[in-house]
């Protein structure tokens, strides 16, 4: 009788597996938890330690570290010695091992987790099982994934699995516990340390329709992390390009900024061409539209809230490429659903991962990632004008709004709202202009708007063309060797500002 050994933290169609292998003629292994959820189900099921002839032990801590599992799964069949070695010591093979690991990351994720808790999610036996039935796959076939439960029952029903699907099954294993133990280890480093070593594991998502261009083929790979794009789910419309998912990152990159408000970014390239608080998602939206209505034709518009069929009814007009939002109303994915091109893109509310990686030739740039500085202990103003409390509003605004514009980036914002973006100039000025011409080309009245500047003013000419168009009030980190003259251009101005100390620049 052919034999299965499972012990599944995530027992996901595992009670369907189990009696699927029953059925076939299989004697069912199991541990714990898993062995009594089975057992409870009406599928015969045999405890590891009638095996291995010792009960689980340490609360559960050792229970298949024993020779009586490992030498079942590591006995090669054609080996005469193996299996005699088996024999020898009463111990019988193990020939399919369906298991994944205890909840770490997940654990680790959820906030006020203790280190203790922590450590207590570190799997032991669970690898030790995967590695060895990896290592033998050429007898065991080893399922870490539930979402294979059926295939493999599939195969088995004609006649097994053959070679090529152990083996790809062998590598899903051990790309998973590479991802569970780079997990652990970045934990281990310390949270805000970059670790000496870092483990990233990507795991085949879906295939795109394209990458950067038609002629690119491209696909999206997602790390073991919970929340974020990993989690996205598409509602309708026609398949995601490479461009849209950037897109469609840097839109909760800037809707995120406003944590308690509801906002709306319109992105274009990466970078928004219109962004604006409300009071619902169809105030944002109107209000976002409104910053450069002729850049946010084929767009990508993220929410950080609940998208009504009302917001669903004010973007009609629009051709987007893409809406993403924590949720939809069913009316609103109805209307926005007739577009049949128009994908519609749900990702939970969740915390960005810790680190930012960027691409280059033979490695990889990382670093923390940056998140809005709601502290505003640091804030400090140099100009003989502090700002009204009216101007402090908007320049909070603005503050949170620049944080996802490409730099240079200026924003020029009035009432919670922006009304012109410079953004990825080679030189500060020119992206201050650039606000300007944006904001008057789509018809706004510049005089007494409030700009931000994410990253200082080397000289004073940012000032003098911000106050040429009438801003009130700036806000920008400081921190140039020309500071005093940049201050001295806002005094002879009237202009106020508010030097942050913190940058918010993105290449």
């Known amino acids: 009788m052919p034999r299965a050994l499972i012990s599944v933290s995530d027992k996901r169609g595992a009670i369907e597996f189990a009696a699927g292998l029953s059925s076939l003629g299989w004697e069912i292994l199991s541990t714990g938890g898993t062995a009594h959820v089975i057992a409870k189900n009406g599928v015969p099921v045999t405890p590891v330690e009638k095996i291995t002839g010792f009960p689980e032990m340490m609360d559960g801590r050792v229970k298949t570290l024993h020779p009586a599992v490992h030498g079942g799964l590591l006995a090669r069949r054609k080996v005469k010695g193996d299996m005699e070695a088996l024999s020898q010591h009463g111990f019988g093979p193990i020939d399919l091992v369906a298991v994944n690991l205890y ?62 699907m152990r083996r790809e099954l062998a590598a899903k294993a051990f790309t ?35 990458g950067e261009n038609p002629h690119q083929r491209a696909a999206f790979y997602a790390t073991g992390e919970p929340g974020g794009l990993a989690s996205f789910t598409q509602l309708s419309g026609k398949e995601l390009s490479f461009n849209n998912l950037l897109d469609v990152d840097a839109a909760l990159t800037a809707v995120n900024a406003f944590s308690g408000e509801v906002a709306c970014a319109i992105i274009k390239h990466t970078t928004p061409c219109g962004i604006a608080i409300g009071r619902n998602a169809a105030e944002a939206y109107l209000r976002a539209a409104a910053t450069d209505p002729v850049s946010a034709f084929g767009s990508v518009v993220g929410f950080n809230t609940l998208v ?58 990382v670093q923390e990632r940056l998140r809005i500085d709601l502290d505003e202990s640091g804030w400090k103003v140099p100009t003989k004008r502090s700002p009204t409390d009216e101007e402090l509003v908007d320049l909070r605004f603005a503050w949170a709004a620049v944080l996802s514009v490409k730099s240079n980036a200026i924003v020029l914002a009035k009432g919670r709202r922006a009304i012109g973006i410079g953004a990825g100039q080679m030189s500060r000025v020119d992206s201050s202009m650039l606000a300007v011409h944006k904001a008057r080309a789509a018809g706004h009245d510049t005089k007494d708007s409030l700009l931000a500047s994410d990253a200082f003013f080397p000289f004073r000419d940012g000032v003098d063309a911000a106050a040429a168009a009438g801003v009130c009030a700036i806000i920008q980190p400081g921190g140039s060797v020309r500071d005093a003259e940049v201050v001295a251009a806002a005094d002879e101005h009237g202009i106020a500002m508010i030097m942050t100390g913190v940058r918010q620049f993105r290449h």
Do not use: C, W
């Open 103 to 164: 909840p770490f990351r997940e654990t680790i994720a959820r906030p006020n987790t203790s280190f203790d808790d922590a450590i207590e999610q570190i799997d032991v036996g669970g690898p030790s099982m995967l590695r060895s039935a990896a290592k033998n796959h050429e007898s065991v076939t080893v399922v870490v994934d539930p979402t294979d439960y059926r295939r493999v029952l599939a195969a088995l029903r004609s006649g097994g699995p053959d070679a090529a």
């Open 176 to 210: 998973h516990s590479a991802a569970y133990d780079g997990a652990i280890a970045a934990y281990l480093a310390g949270a805000g340390e970059l670790p000496p070593t870092i483990v990233l594991v990507l795991e085949h998502r879906q295939a795109l329709r394209y």
């Open 308 to 365: 009504t069929a009302e917001a669903a009814e004010a973007m009609a007009g629009l051709f987007v490429e893409v809406v993403v939002a924590p949720r939809f109303q069913p009316e609103a994915a109805t209307l926005l659903g007739k577009k049949k091109n128009l994908r519609l893109v749900e990702v939970p509310s969740s915390d960005e991962a810790a680190l930012d990686f960027k691409r280059v030739r033979s490695g990889f740039l």
